[in-house]
């Protein structure tokens, strides 16, 4: 089978991570956008790409397969869009926009031109979270009891201009972060009957808060922050337990019930994902079976609802 080949918007630290991991075997990039153009150029030379000026050159003249945005989520509207309305299959890093509105932009795009879009949430093209789901479905550990899920990296550190640090991209815990555990409970648990958000704003960014999503019998309490390194999830029942250490990217989950170990290895990378995405695009999809719309845009509802508590309002907005 002939490469699969990515139209490439962006070329930051993003770009060159996914990059990185899926050049050399069955993924090619084959056309660069970025608006810095000697970071283009960089970029398009490591990778055997071609650059374009413009991003409707890119969409008119670029021979490709599928477009991969990966620039700051305030700019994903537009470049979202433009492609699908070019009748390109759109992988789109997360969060694909900033609010709901913006996510139904997009989906609505995809619905009139017939043309997949998809959130670029690694975790979930990934076995380890998919037999987290597996283990929740089929009542490993019983009724569920709690959750607990942390995120936390020391982001403050990270220069002032930073696109995490900076209000008029829409930086901050939430959007950058806090969609992993967001996401995690949605989709083991769906959408939560009560949403809850107690955070703290520092220059116009929210720097940490806990969301507590109520689910009736139990809650999910998620912590992130900008200020320290943890991660871990831990999910509790009546009949044993389930923990993932590193949940968002994870190589190892372990599951405790009935007396008995359980582990179960694999592997979340940029490659499974980008192969998955681009097996279901030649497929014919409009739609993830591992990101479906309807979760992408549901969590952004949640992520709506805890900025609307915690008063947070984007300059832009």
């Not at 995120?151 to 969609?179: C, H, N, Q």
Request: glycine content about 8%; some cysteine; overall charge neutral.
């Amino acid at each position: 089978m002939e490469k699969f080949r990515w139209a490439y918007i962006g070329s930051g630290n993003i770009a060159k991570s996914t990059a990185r991991n899926i050049t050399g075997g069955e993924h090619a990039i084959s056309a660069v956008y970025s608006r810095n153009q000697s970071k283009a150029n960089s970029f398009a030379k490591k990778h055997g790409a071609k650059v374009y000026n413009t991003f409707d050159e890119l969409l008119s003249e670029g021979e490709f397969d599928g477009v991969y945005i990966a620039t700051p989520h305030t700019s994903h509207l537009d470049y979202s869009i433009k492609a699908m309305q070019a009748k390109k299959p759109v992988l789109c890093e997360k969060p694909v926009g900033v609010s709901v509105d913006e996510v139904d932009k997009m989906l609505s795009a995809s619905k009139e031109n017939g043309v997949y879009f998809c959130e670029a949430m690694w975790t979930w093209f990934s076995d380890v979270a998919l037999k987290v789901k597996e283990w929740i479905d089929d009542k490993r550990i019983g009724e569920i009891k709690s959750v607990h899920i942390d995120y936390a990296f020391p982001g403050l550190m990270m220069s002032k201009d930073s696109r995490v640090l900076t209000p008029e991209t829409a930086g901050g815990a939430l959007l950058d972060i806090g969609i992993y555990p967001i996401t995690y409970c949605y989709n083991l648990f769906g959408y939560p009957v009560t949403i809850k958000c107690d955070g703290v704003i520092k220059g116009g960014i929210d720097v940490a808060e806990t969301v507590t999503l109520g689910y009736g019998d139990f809650d999910c309490v998620l912590e992130m922050s900008l200020s320290k390194l943890k991660e871990g999830c831990k999910i509790v029942g009546t009949k044993g337990e389930i923990n993932v250490p590193i949940f968002h990217m994870a190589r190892l989950a372990e599951l405790k019930a009935d007396g008995k170990k359980e582990s179960f290895r694999g592997k979340t990378n940029y490659l499974i994902e980008f192969t998955r995405a681009a097996e279901e695009i030649r497929a014919g999809k409009t739609e993830s079976d591992y990101i479906p719309h309807l979760a992408t845009r549901d969590c952004m509802r949640i992520m709506d609802e805890c900025r609307k508590q915690m008063g947070l309002v984007y300059p832009f907005e």
